[in-house]
Nanobody
């Protein structure tokens, strides 16, 4: 089992910034990928950003150059720095772990961007 706990969501004005954190624990496979997904009301959950153990990253086109994913393996934490936020970034953001053919999700943290 892997436990994921997100934090850092909240209400922010457009063009503001937030940093999300996801602390993970449990049976972590040494080779894994951590990601952030989001789900807006009435929409499907979508990938925001992902980072592999070696640091390789991938971003959704909609957040490139605004969001940065990073991880601190010593602290078992993955971060999502979100800058220049837009109202369309409003969603519940979920942390995701993929390793050893297993997938786990956090409970989600709400991000609301006001115009």
């Amino acid at each position: 089992q892997v436990q994921l706990v997100e934090s850092g969501g909240g209400l922010v004005q457009a063009w503001g910034s937030l940093r999300l954190s996801c602390a993970y624990s449990g049976s972590i496979f040494s080779i894994n990928a951590m990601g952030w997904y989001r789900q807006a009301p009435g929409k499907q959950r979508e990938l925001v950003a992902i980072i592999a153990t070696g640091g390789i990253t991938n971003y959704a086109d909609s957040v490139k150059d605004r969001f940065t994913i990073s991880r601190d393996n010593a602290k078992n934490t993955v971060y999502l720095q979100m800058n220049s936020l837009k109202p369309e970034d409003t969603a519940v953001y979920y942390c995701n772990y993929r390793g050893a053919a297993r997938i786990y999700w956090g409970q989600g943290t709400q991000v609301i961007v006001s115009s």
